[in-house]
Structure formats: structure tokens, C-alpha cells
């Protein structure tokens, strides 16, 4: 079992910028892909991105390509997301997630979540 711990949510202002970072632990070996996930309230929790442990492999959705960067750090087992000019629409819990399964494309490990707002 992998732990995720998550941090560098926040309250930012629309055109902001923020950094969330999310530290694996635990069985560490299973984290080939590692990615964010966010969910609004009343709104199912939606993919946001991921990226393999090359770090060449990244994949975003739709609404956040241009504007969010996904990076990661084996040698720390963190994974990053830099969100520039960020929406009210990003507003949401950002959930890290560890070993990517591809049949129901979601992750297996979760992190407790941290809030990001965006005032508009």
C-alpha cells in the first residue's frame, strides 16, 4: 500500500497561480504513474492529469492543457502540479493518485485531498 500526502492547496485569485505537491511513501514501487484527480462540489471527481515515472509521459484533460504542468520527482517519490491562470472552474478538492488502472482509468492509492479555490 502506498501513502500519498498531498499539499499546496489554497485560495488564489483568477490569473493565479498555485503548486500542489503530493509525497508517496509506503510501497513506493507502484507508483509508475501518478497523477491528480479534482472533484467539485455536487460534481463527480474528474482526471486532471498524470504522468509516468519517466516523466515523457504526461497526459491532461482537455480544459487544463496550456495551463497546468505536471512534473515529478523520483528521487523525493513526489509528484507536482503547477496550475497557472487558474479559473473558478478549477475550484475543487485535488486528489492525488498512485498506480494507474488502465481498465477503469482511475487510480488505486488516493490521498485525503487538498482544496483549491479560485475567486473570480
Known amino acids: 500500500q502506498v501513502q500519498l500526502v498531498e499539499s499546496g492547496g489554497g485560495l488564489v485569485q483568477a490569473g493565479g497561480s498555485l503548486r500542489l505537491s503530493c509525497a508517496a511513501s509506503?510501497?513506493?514501487?507502484?507508483?509508475?504513474?501518478m497523477g491528480w484527480f479534482r472533484q467539485a462540489p455536487g460534481k463527480e471527481r474528474e482526471f486532471v492529469a498524470r504522468?509516468?515515472?519517466?516523466?515523457?509521459?504526461?497526459v491532461y484533460t482537455d480544459s487544463v492543457k496550456g495551463r497546468f504542468t505536471i512534473s515529478r520527482d523520483n528521487a523525493k517519490n513526489t509528484v507536482f502540479l503547477q496550475m497557472n491562470s487558474l479559473k473558478p472552474e478549477d475550484t475543487a478538492v485535488y486528489y492525488c493518485?498512485?498506480?494507474?488502472?488502465?481498465?477503469?482509468?482511475?487510480?488505486?492509492?488516493w490521498g485525503q485531498g487538498t482544496q483549491v479555490t479560485v475567486s473570480s
Open positions: 509506503g510501497r513506493t514501487f507502484s507508483t509508475s504513474f
Open positions: 493518485g498512485a498506480d494507474w488502472d488502465a481498465l477503469s482509468r482511475r487510480f488505486k492509492s
Open positions: 504522468v509516468g515515472w519517466s516523466g515523457i509521459t504526461r
